[in-house]
């Protein structure tokens, strides 16, 4: 089916598409950026894999 | 509940007529007092989580005014003051209003939860319940009190953005909370008191209406000296210091000096000057609390420079 030309309820509704367009583009990038202060600020990052590791096991102090 | 708003099916809302539902006045000043509890917080964010932390709480506080405007349009309809919101003007339905509401209201909580940490979160949904159901749906048109419950609500952003950037509350966020707990109340009982008519046509159980005017007198001068008292501990916590006392010692002077004229006269002399006292106290208990909160902010910025502070 061809791409209608604009309809007029289009052109009333442009404010409202072209308002939550930017919003959500906006949500993306700042989304974007705060994975990337959490990923970068973060300690290392370890996944239990049901091995045991060093840092896992405790350490006796006496 | 009758409602007298239909919405105008030949004008589509433009996207501002969404923004209007959010309260955007309301939402700068939970922007500017929750950036000051995260910032006067011991524990500094990272300026990007910092930012995330204040839009979601902003985003959750307009989520709760789309949710009131939904549940109250048709007194809003009634008021001078509302009748040209998005609703009663007829610019969006009520539909638009919970729809956005409920959705602005999960993503904030969720958001400020992945951001920062979930009792932050957890705070910000309480506050949002508390605000449309408690206050909203529940107390608003049944005790002459809604005002001082409702107030709980618009104190909660100082004391999140203190949670969103320590994970735990303080007597410091405590403080901050109760401070404008105590504002609120004598700020709009004065315009409760020169804007009579609209809450009376509203048929809203203000306190100008069920325990008459005298006493709403009487009550905005307790409460302004219970909110001095609370203004000027604060000064004596992590977060005060010079700048803050001396802020909080003159604008407390000046708010005692303000509810005692509105105290001690009556009703005639009121109106003779059309409520010209009354007036001021509003208009200047809007500074006061920008000022007190300003000086909370400087207080926090100055002390890595050995300024602020005790």
């Known amino acids: 089916m061809a791409i209608r030309v604009e309809s007029e309820m289009h052109r009333r509704r442009r404010s409202q598409n072209f308002g939550v367009a930017i919003c959500l583009v906006l949500f993306i990038f700042l989304m974007m950026g705060l994975s990337f202060v959490k990923l970068t600020n973060s300690g290392p990052v370890e996944g239990y894999d049901h091995a045991p590791r060093p840092s896992m096991e405790e350490i006796d102090l006496k | 509940m009758a409602y007298v708003t239909e919405h105008n099916t030949d004008y589509d809302p433009v996207f501002s007529d969404y923004i209007a539902l959010l309260k955007p006045r309301v939402m700068s000043l939970v922007v500017f ?18 930012f995330c932390a204040v839009l979601f709480i ?3 506080a307009g989520a709760s ?17 509302t009748k040209m919101r998005p609703i009663p003007s007829g610019r969006t339905s009520r539909d638009a209003a919970l729809g956005l509401g409920v959705a602005l209201s999960g993503l904030s909580v969720l958001m400020l939860g992945l951001a920062s940490n979930w009792h932050a979160a957890g705070w910000l949904a309480f506050t949002i ?21 409702g107030g709980a609500a618009g104190a909660f952003p100082p004391l999140i953005g203190w949670v969103a950037a320590t994970g735990s509350v303080s007597i410091e966020s405590v403080l901050m909370f109760a401070l404008i707990f105590m504002w609120t109340p004598p700020h709009f009982w004065a315009l409760a008191l020169f804007m009579r008519s609209d809450y009376d046509d509203a048929k809203i159980p203000m306190l100008t209406v069920t325990h008459g005017r005298k006493s709403t007198r ?29 802020i909080a010692l003159i604008c407390n002077l000046i708010v005692l000096r303000n509810a005692s004229l509105i105290w001690l006269r009556n009703e005639a002399d009121a109106e003779a000057d059309n409520f010209k006292f009354e007036r001021s106290f509003f208009k200047f208990s809007l500074l006061y609390l920008f000022l ?8 926090a910025l100055l002390s890595p420079y050995g300024l602020g502070g005790w």
């Open chain 2, 218 to 246: 009487r009550h905005i001068m307790v409460y302004a000296m219970l909110q001095s008292a609370l203004a000027v501990t604060l000064a004596f916590t992590s977060v005060g210091g010079m700048i803050y006392l001396t």
């Open chain 2, 65 to 81: 005014g789309a949710l009131n405007m939904w549940w109250d349009a048709d007194i809003d309809a009634i008021m001078v003051r």
């Open chain 2, 292 to 299: 007190h909160f300003l000086a909370i902010l400087a207080e």
């Open chain 2, 33 to 50: 007092t929750a950036f000051v509890g995260l910032m006067a917080a011991p524990i500094s964010l990272h300026p990007v989580e910092a």
């Open chain 2, 58 to 60: 902003a985003l959750g």
């Open chain 2, 129 to 149: 319940f508390f605000y449309a159901v408690v206050y909203t749906i529940w107390l608003k048109r049944m005790t002459p009190q809604n005002i001082v419950i």
